[in-house]
Nanobody
């Protein structure tokens, strides 16, 4: 059983930045950020395969968002730059235990979830 706790959400103007953090209670194989905007399905945003630190991004955040980790403390970060109103959503941290590189890169089969943190971008 892995518990995930997100922090760092909030409100920011378009063009601004936010950093989200997710602390896991133990080791994982893959960690990721998902988001869900009102009226939309949840979508994968960024993922990191713990074994080799490879990262994967959704097309519309590539170049603006960076996912990274603090392995020693089981913390996953999401640095979000150049935010737009389209990034407004609840952001969820997720983990896979066990996991593989393919499922990580395809945001597939995550079995542990955090409670979510709101990100609001005003234009």
């Amino acid at each position: 059983q892995v518990h995930l706790m997100e922090s760092g959400g909030g409100s920011v103007q378009a063009g601004g930045s936010l950093r989200l953090s997710c602390t896991a209670s133990g080791p994982t194989f893959c960690m990721a950020w998902f988001r869900q905007a009102p009226g939309k399905e949840r979508e994968g945003v960024a993922a990191l395969y713990v074994d080799d630190a490879n990262t994967y991004y959704a097309a519309d955040v590539k170049g603006r968002f960076t996912v990274s980790r603090d392995n020693a403390n089981h913390i996953l970060y999401l640095q979000m730059n150049d935010l737009t109103s389209g990034d407004t959503a609840i952001y969820y941290c997720a983990a896979r235990v066990p996991g593989d590189r393919w499922s990580c890169s395809n945001f597939n089969g995550f079995n542990y979830w955090g409670q979510g943190t709101q990100v609001t971008v005003s234009s």
